[in-house]
T-cell receptor, first 112, second 114 residues
Framework: EPEVTQTPSHQVTQMGQEVILRCVPI?????FYWYRQILGQKVEFLVS????????KSEIFDDQFSVERPDGSNFTLKIRSTKLEDSAMYFC??????????FGQGTRLTVV | GENVEQHPSTLSVQEGDSAVIKCTYS??????FPWYKQELGKGPQLIID?????GEKKDQRIAVTLNKTAKHFSLHITETQPEDSAVYFC?????????????FGTGTLLAVQP
């Protein structure tokens, strides 16, 4: 069964450093999302991406965040200068046109 | 703003019993309601969904009901098994169904006791 793949599974970084989280969505899907889940809290929407551009972003997704689909397969989330409060599980999701979102297994980001 | 409330936060049942998890949503424009199961260390997995033009949907031991007037929807799991133990999240979206952002509930930790 096709699946969304995320790397790395765990990333530890120092405050102020840049991180790039990577995702390989399911190949025939058209819509891509990043969500995050702070420990013990609900899953929160960050950004949606369609047709090589951001279609919607949340208040969380400020200037420190960016997304790219550089080569037509990978979908990346970059945090330019990490803060302690960026520590969370980050989930990538992809969607075909008509069914529910398929989530990756997540990247646990720990900012120290 | 958009909000989804979910209850209970934890639920413990005996194997073979039924489990019911309830959610309410605030945005009347919401029209797509998926349920996700999240096992430890894994991402959310879609288990069932319902659209606003349907009142009930069933898939083997899992069913979802939707009351648009009251703006609430529920997940029903019958004949629970230990492997049903996980965190369950409800979610809602609007404007075209699956392609819009999901607003998640706070999750329910379901423990099925053998």
């Amino acid at each position: 069964e096709p699946e969304v793949t995320q790397t790395p599974s765990h990333q530890v970084t120092q405050m102020g450093q840049e991180v790039i989280l990577r995702c390989v969505p399911i190949s025939n899907h058209l819509y891509f999302y990043w969500y995050r889940q702070i420990l013990g809290q609900k899953v929160e929407f960050l950004v949606s991406f369609y047709n090589n551009e951001i279609s919607e972003k949340s208040e969380i997704f400020d200037d420190q965040f960016s997304v790219e689909r550089p080569d037509g397969s990978n979908f990346t989330l970059k945090i330019r200068s990490t803060k302690l409060e960026d520590s969370a599980m980050y989930f990538c999701a992809s969607i075909p046109t008509a069914t529910g979102a398929f989530f990756g297994q997540g990247t646990r980001l720990t900012v120290v | 703003g958009e909000n989804v409330e979910q209850h209970p936060s934890t639920l413990s049942v005996q194997e073979g019993d039924s489990a019911v998890i309830k959610c309410t949503y605030s945005d009347s424009a919401s029209n797509y309601f998926p349920w996700y199961k999240q096992e430890l260390g894994k991402g959310p997995q879609l288990i069932i969904d319902i659209r606003s033009n349907v009142g009930e949907k069933k898939d083997q031991r899992i069913a979802v009901t939707l009351n648009k007037t009251a703006k609430h929807f529920s997940l029903h799991i019958t004949e629970t098994q230990p492997e049903d133990s996980a965190v369950y999240f409800c979610a809602a979206s609007k404007g075209g169904g699956a392609t819009n952002k999901l607003i998640f509930g706070t999750g329910t930790l379901l423990a099925v006791q053998p």
